[in-house]
């Protein structure tokens, strides 16, 4: 059972633990893993999707027994590029194959993705508009001068 937030009297601060696992390795641990984080009271696990169908189904099996808990699969790391999915034997571009992986984690049965900002308009057609789309580091449009650094910048389906 997760925590509910509660109110807090005059003087108290709130404190929001936050951790980031991003888990690749064999299904077994995966879904051990997940229910450590469970345990804990983790909202949300990321598992690597280029891991397979097998690492991800073991994740949202093992978050069956947390309601709340989702499963989100990481498609292509941001930094990656063609040359890089090339390196490990992967033929095909990084659009292409955050598509491939997206599939995947979809039929898998993950409540969503992590992708870059500039995939979230083909994912949201893919998945549809019920499974999550994460998009770490996207600073939304500010005033001229704000001051942001922007890591990814939205294509307006966010």
Do not use: W, Y
């Not at 469970?38 to 990321?46: C, E, H, I, N, P």
């Not at 169908?53 to 930094?79: C, K, Q």
């Not at 005033?143 to 890591?151: H, I, N, S």
């Amino acid at each position: 059972m997760h925590p509910r937030p509660r109110r807090l009297g005059p003087g108290h601060r709130a404190a929001v633990a936050t951790g980031r696992l991003k888990l690749f390795e064999i299904p077994n641990s995966v879904a051990g893993a997940v229910r450590a984080a469970g345990g804990l009271g983790a909202s949300v696990v990321t598992v690597h999707s280029m891991g397979g169908t097998g690492i991800m189904a073991a994740a949202v099996e093992a978050a069956r027994e947390f309601p709340g808990l989702r499963v989100l699969a990481l498609t292509v790391v941001t930094s990656m590029t063609g040359s890089d999915l090339a390196d490990i034997g992967i033929g095909t571009g990084t659009d292409e194959q955050v598509l491939r992986l997206a599939r995947l984690a979809a039929e898998a049965g993950c409540d969503g993705v992590v992708g870059s900002p500039r995939e979230a308009g083909a994912l949201r057609e893919l998945l549809g508009p019920e499974r999550l789309i994460v998009t770490p580091g996207v600073t939304l449009p500010r005033a001229p001068g704000a001051g942001a650094e922007t890591v990814g910048e939205s294509d307006g389906s966010l």
